[in-house]
């Protein structure tokens, strides 16, 4: 039978804290997404090095485990799984519960995920084109209106499917990103244009005064999802 302290020192345990640590890290704090996708991630090696003691863990325990994964086909979720088991081996060393990182040299074990460049509008003839093309937009109206305001306030697509009317002054034309939404966890000003307030003005008879701006087509306590405005740039071409 394991100690009490053999199972507190699991790496299933540590990496539970190792994420409460960074979702409470002060201004480097996770944001939710990031702190969901990493735990989802590491919550992957459980059933391979989760209750293993961190201290007997060996390099190729961790490999076999994160290989599981690369033989599914999921390259990116497997470099990025090994990334965050270092973290947490560095964490247990850390806090004086183990001597090195056993991942220090599996460093180009794993197949690299092939990149892909994503095509951007560079020249002005054509952002033209793409600005004419989403005002002939026929599909669904609300989706028009956030590809229409999209151009006017050049923030992520996630943080536009995610807007809120609480967070929009459009009095003071103003639109406060909050700071656990953003990359850098710090809050976001992104100034209206008298274009932008226009659509906005006009989402707002659909969607306002509270909630989503962009909720989902099936429930307004969800905000519309990556794939509607995906799948409408795709029949813009």
């Known amino acids: 039978m394991r100690s009490l302290l053999q199972v507190e020192n699991t790496f299933a345990a540590l990496a539970a804290e190792y994420c409460d640590k960074r979702k409470r890290d002060g201004q480097k704090a996770w944001a939710a ?125 996630g943080e536009l499917r995610q807007a809120r009317w609480e967070e929009i002054d459009l009095d003071a034309a103003l639109w406060t990103i909050p700071a656990e939404k953003t990359k850098m966890r710090k809050p976001h000003r992104v100034p209206l244009s008298r274009q932008a307030l226009a659509v906005l003005m006009e989402v707002r008879g659909a969607t306002g005064p509270a909630g989503f701006v962009f909720p989902s087509i099936r429930t307004r306590t969800r905000p519309m999802s990556e794939n509607t405005i995906n799948a409408a740039l795709r029949r813009l071409g």
């Open 33 to 157: 997404g990031t702190a969901n996708r990493s735990e989802y991630l590491l919550s992957l090696l459980n059933t391979s090095i989760g209750r293993l003691p961190i201290d007997q863990i060996e390099p190729a325990d961790v490999l076999g485990a994160i290989r599981r994964i690369e033989a599914k086909g999921k390259l990116e979720s497997a470099r990025r799984t090994l990334q965050l088991a270092g973290a947490v081996f560095r964490y247990a060393v850390a806090t004086a519960r183990l001597r090195s990182d056993p991942t220090r040299d599996l460093k180009g074990a794993l197949t690299a995920p092939s990149v892909t460049h994503y095509g951007a509008i560079t020249e002005p003839k054509r952002v033209g084109e793409l600005l004419r093309a989403i005002d002939g937009y026929e599909g669904q109206g609300l989706t028009k209106l956030a590809l229409q305001l999209a151009p006017h306030v050049f923030v992520r697509p």
